[in-house]
T-cell receptor
Framework: QKEVEQNSGPLSVPEGAIASLNCTYS??????FFWYRQYSGKSPELIMS????GDKEDGRFTAQLNKASQYVSLLIRDSQPSDSATYLCAVRVIPAAGNKLTFGGGTRVLVKP | EADIYQTPRYLVIGTGKKITLECSQTMGHDKMYWYQQDPGMELHLIHYSYGVNSTEKGDLSSESTVSRIRTEHFPLTLESARPSHTSQYLC?????????????FGEGSWLTVV
Protein backbone atom coordinates (compact mmCIF):
# COMPACT_ATOMS: atom_id res chain seq x y z
CA GLN A 1 0.00 0.00 0.00
CA LYS A 2 1.30 3.42 -0.94
CA GLU A 3 1.74 5.93 1.85
CA VAL A 4 -0.29 8.57 0.02
CA GLU A 5 -2.88 7.55 -2.55
CA GLN A 6 -4.79 9.55 -5.09
CA ASN A 7 -7.00 8.66 -8.02
CA SER A 8 -4.89 9.40 -11.09
CA GLY A 9 -7.87 10.65 -13.12
CA PRO A 10 -8.35 12.39 -15.39
CA LEU A 11 -11.14 14.12 -13.54
CA SER A 12 -13.15 15.93 -16.16
CA VAL A 13 -15.39 18.80 -14.99
CA PRO A 14 -17.31 21.44 -16.93
CA GLU A 15 -16.33 25.04 -16.50
CA GLY A 16 -18.03 26.60 -13.49
CA ALA A 17 -18.58 23.28 -11.71
CA ILE A 18 -16.98 22.03 -8.51
CA ALA A 19 -14.00 19.70 -8.80
CA SER A 20 -13.58 17.32 -5.86
CA LEU A 21 -10.25 15.61 -5.29
CA ASN A 22 -9.51 13.02 -2.63
CA CYS A 23 -6.36 11.77 -1.00
CA THR A 24 -5.87 9.01 1.57
CA TYR A 25 -2.78 8.37 3.65
CA SER A 26 -1.62 5.37 5.62
CA UNK A 27 0.44 6.81 8.49
CA UNK A 28 -1.81 7.69 11.41
CA UNK A 29 0.76 10.07 12.91
CA UNK A 30 0.74 12.29 9.83
CA UNK A 31 0.37 15.87 10.96
CA UNK A 32 0.68 18.26 8.03
CA PHE A 33 -1.10 18.07 4.73
CA PHE A 34 -0.56 20.01 1.52
CA TRP A 35 -2.07 20.39 -1.90
CA TYR A 36 0.22 21.33 -4.77
CA ARG A 37 -0.75 22.15 -8.33
CA GLN A 38 1.53 21.12 -11.17
CA TYR A 39 1.03 22.23 -14.74
CA SER A 40 2.45 19.98 -17.44
CA GLY A 41 6.19 20.40 -17.69
CA LYS A 42 6.31 22.76 -14.69
CA SER A 43 7.27 22.36 -11.06
CA PRO A 44 4.70 21.97 -8.26
CA GLU A 45 3.37 25.10 -6.60
CA LEU A 46 1.68 25.16 -3.21
CA ILE A 47 -2.06 25.81 -3.18
CA MET A 48 -2.99 25.10 0.43
CA SER A 49 -1.82 23.56 3.65
CA UNK A 50 -4.02 22.18 6.42
CA UNK A 51 -3.09 20.88 9.85
CA UNK A 52 -6.35 20.54 11.80
CA UNK A 53 -9.52 18.56 11.22
CA GLY A 54 -12.21 20.44 9.37
CA ASP A 55 -12.34 22.80 6.44
CA LYS A 56 -9.96 25.52 5.34
CA GLU A 57 -10.96 27.92 2.61
CA ASP A 58 -8.77 30.09 0.42
CA GLY A 59 -10.50 31.78 -2.49
CA ARG A 60 -12.03 29.14 -4.74
CA PHE A 61 -10.17 26.34 -2.95
CA THR A 62 -11.32 24.44 0.14
CA ALA A 63 -9.24 21.78 1.83
CA GLN A 64 -10.95 19.28 4.11
CA LEU A 65 -9.13 17.09 6.60
CA ASN A 66 -10.44 14.08 8.49
CA LYS A 67 -7.66 12.48 10.51
CA ALA A 68 -9.88 9.74 11.93
CA SER A 69 -10.65 8.52 8.43
CA GLN A 70 -7.18 9.41 7.16
CA TYR A 71 -8.21 11.44 4.20
CA VAL A 72 -7.77 14.94 2.94
CA SER A 73 -9.70 16.45 0.07
CA LEU A 74 -9.58 19.53 -2.12
CA LEU A 75 -12.58 21.28 -3.61
CA ILE A 76 -12.20 23.71 -6.48
CA ARG A 77 -15.29 25.90 -6.87
CA ASP A 78 -16.22 27.65 -10.10
CA SER A 79 -13.63 25.60 -11.99
CA GLN A 80 -11.83 27.42 -14.78
CA PRO A 81 -9.91 26.02 -17.76
CA SER A 82 -6.78 27.46 -16.13
CA ASP A 83 -7.35 25.01 -13.26
CA SER A 84 -6.53 22.14 -15.64
CA ALA A 85 -3.44 20.60 -14.08
CA THR A 86 -2.27 17.73 -11.91
CA TYR A 87 -2.99 18.18 -8.21
CA LEU A 88 -0.57 16.56 -5.79
CA CYS A 89 -1.43 15.65 -2.24
CA ALA A 90 1.52 15.69 0.16
CA VAL A 91 1.79 14.52 3.74
CA ARG A 92 4.39 15.19 6.41
CA VAL A 93 4.85 13.08 9.52
CA ILE A 94 6.04 14.82 12.67
CA PRO A 95 8.75 14.24 13.60
CA ALA A 96 10.01 13.61 10.11
CA ALA A 97 13.62 13.57 9.19
CA GLY A 98 14.51 16.60 7.15
CA ASN A 99 10.96 17.98 7.12
CA LYS A 100 10.41 15.94 3.96
CA LEU A 101 7.05 15.40 2.38
CA THR A 102 5.63 12.23 0.88
CA PHE A 103 3.69 12.90 -2.31
CA GLY A 104 0.80 11.04 -3.85
CA GLY A 105 0.81 10.23 -7.53
CA GLY A 106 -1.43 13.17 -8.35
CA THR A 107 -4.88 13.60 -9.85
CA ARG A 108 -5.10 15.10 -13.32
CA VAL A 109 -7.95 17.58 -13.62
CA LEU A 110 -9.36 18.68 -16.95
CA VAL A 111 -11.78 21.62 -16.96
CA LYS A 112 -13.75 21.81 -20.18
CA PRO A 113 -15.10 25.18 -21.42
CA GLU B 1 7.22 33.71 -3.85
CA ALA B 2 10.12 31.31 -3.62
CA ASP B 3 13.56 32.24 -4.92
CA ILE B 4 15.08 28.94 -5.86
CA TYR B 5 16.98 28.53 -9.08
CA GLN B 6 18.08 25.53 -11.07
CA THR B 7 20.54 25.28 -13.94
CA PRO B 8 20.59 23.98 -16.56
CA ARG B 9 16.86 23.87 -17.26
CA TYR B 10 17.36 21.47 -20.16
CA LEU B 11 20.35 19.24 -20.86
CA VAL B 12 21.03 16.52 -23.42
CA ILE B 13 24.25 14.60 -22.86
CA GLY B 14 25.89 11.40 -23.97
CA THR B 15 26.18 8.21 -21.96
CA GLY B 16 29.14 8.13 -19.61
CA LYS B 17 29.45 11.88 -19.18
CA LYS B 18 29.66 13.51 -15.78
CA ILE B 19 27.07 16.16 -15.07
CA THR B 20 26.22 18.48 -12.23
CA LEU B 21 22.80 20.02 -11.77
CA GLU B 22 23.00 23.28 -9.87
CA CYS B 23 20.47 24.49 -7.32
CA SER B 24 20.60 27.74 -5.38
CA GLN B 25 18.16 29.48 -3.08
CA THR B 26 18.34 33.00 -1.75
CA MET B 27 15.90 32.59 1.14
CA GLY B 28 18.38 31.32 3.70
CA HIS B 29 16.48 28.06 4.05
CA ASP B 30 18.36 25.41 5.97
CA LYS B 31 16.65 22.40 4.44
CA MET B 32 17.02 21.47 0.79
CA TYR B 33 15.82 18.55 -1.29
CA TRP B 34 16.17 16.85 -4.64
CA TYR B 35 13.16 15.11 -6.16
CA GLN B 36 13.07 13.04 -9.33
CA GLN B 37 9.98 12.91 -11.49
CA ASP B 38 9.42 11.11 -14.77
CA PRO B 39 6.75 12.67 -17.06
CA GLY B 40 3.29 11.98 -15.71
CA MET B 41 4.67 10.02 -12.81
CA GLU B 42 5.12 10.50 -9.07
CA LEU B 43 7.62 12.72 -7.32
CA HIS B 44 10.30 10.74 -5.53
CA LEU B 45 12.69 12.17 -2.96
CA ILE B 46 16.27 11.18 -3.79
CA HIS B 47 18.33 13.43 -1.49
CA TYR B 48 17.86 15.94 1.29
CA SER B 49 19.94 18.11 3.56
CA TYR B 50 19.31 19.54 7.03
CA GLY B 51 21.98 22.17 6.58
CA VAL B 52 25.63 22.74 5.75
CA ASN B 53 27.66 19.52 5.66
CA SER B 54 24.52 17.44 6.10
CA THR B 55 23.23 15.15 3.33
CA GLU B 56 20.92 12.15 3.46
CA LYS B 57 19.55 9.64 0.99
CA GLY B 58 15.88 9.95 0.18
CA ASP B 59 13.16 7.38 -0.31
CA LEU B 60 14.20 6.42 -3.84
CA SER B 61 17.65 5.00 -4.43
CA SER B 62 19.70 7.11 -6.79
CA GLU B 63 23.16 6.84 -8.27
CA SER B 64 23.55 10.59 -7.97
CA THR B 65 25.42 12.33 -5.17
CA VAL B 66 24.94 15.71 -3.52
CA SER B 67 26.93 18.13 -1.45
CA ARG B 68 26.06 21.03 0.87
CA ILE B 69 29.07 23.22 1.43
CA ARG B 70 27.08 26.45 1.55
CA THR B 71 23.59 27.05 2.86
CA GLU B 72 22.35 28.42 -0.42
CA HIS B 73 23.82 25.80 -2.72
CA PHE B 74 22.86 22.11 -3.15
CA PRO B 75 24.30 20.64 -6.36
CA LEU B 76 23.53 17.14 -7.63
CA THR B 77 26.14 15.16 -9.54
CA LEU B 78 25.99 12.10 -11.77
CA GLU B 79 29.50 10.72 -12.29
CA SER B 80 28.57 8.63 -15.34
CA ALA B 81 25.21 9.36 -16.88
CA ARG B 82 23.10 6.59 -18.36
CA PRO B 83 19.85 6.65 -20.36
CA SER B 84 18.04 5.39 -17.24
CA HIS B 85 18.91 8.73 -15.62
CA THR B 86 16.72 10.57 -18.12
CA SER B 87 14.17 12.40 -16.01
CA GLN B 88 13.18 15.71 -14.50
CA TYR B 89 15.07 16.70 -11.37
CA LEU B 90 13.39 19.15 -9.02
CA CYS B 91 15.23 21.01 -6.30
CA UNK B 92 13.31 22.35 -3.31
CA UNK B 93 13.90 24.08 0.00
CA UNK B 94 12.16 24.86 3.28
CA UNK B 95 13.00 26.72 6.48
CA UNK B 96 12.96 25.58 10.08
CA UNK B 97 10.03 26.23 12.39
CA UNK B 98 6.30 26.15 11.96
CA UNK B 99 6.50 28.04 8.70
CA UNK B 100 9.03 25.50 7.58
CA UNK B 101 6.26 23.11 6.70
CA UNK B 102 6.12 24.61 3.23
CA UNK B 103 8.47 23.25 0.61
CA UNK B 104 9.20 25.53 -2.34
CA PHE B 105 10.28 24.08 -5.67
CA GLY B 106 12.63 25.32 -8.32
CA GLU B 107 11.60 25.16 -11.97
CA GLY B 108 13.29 21.83 -12.55
CA SER B 109 16.09 20.46 -14.70
CA TRP B 110 15.15 18.21 -17.58
CA LEU B 111 17.94 15.71 -18.23
CA THR B 112 18.09 13.51 -21.33
CA VAL B 113 20.89 10.99 -21.64
CA VAL B 114 21.40 9.58 -25.12
Amino acid sequence: QKEVEQNSGPLSVPEGAIASLNCTYSDRVSQSFFWYRQYSGKSPELIMSIYSNGDKEDGRFTAQLNKASQYVSLLIRDSQPSDSATYLCAVRVIPAAGNKLTFGGGTRVLVKP
Amino acid sequence: EADIYQTPRYLVIGTGKKITLECSQTMGHDKMYWYQQDPGMELHLIHYSYGVNSTEKGDLSSESTVSRIRTEHFPLTLESARPSHTSQYLCASSETGNSGNTIYFGEGSWLTVV
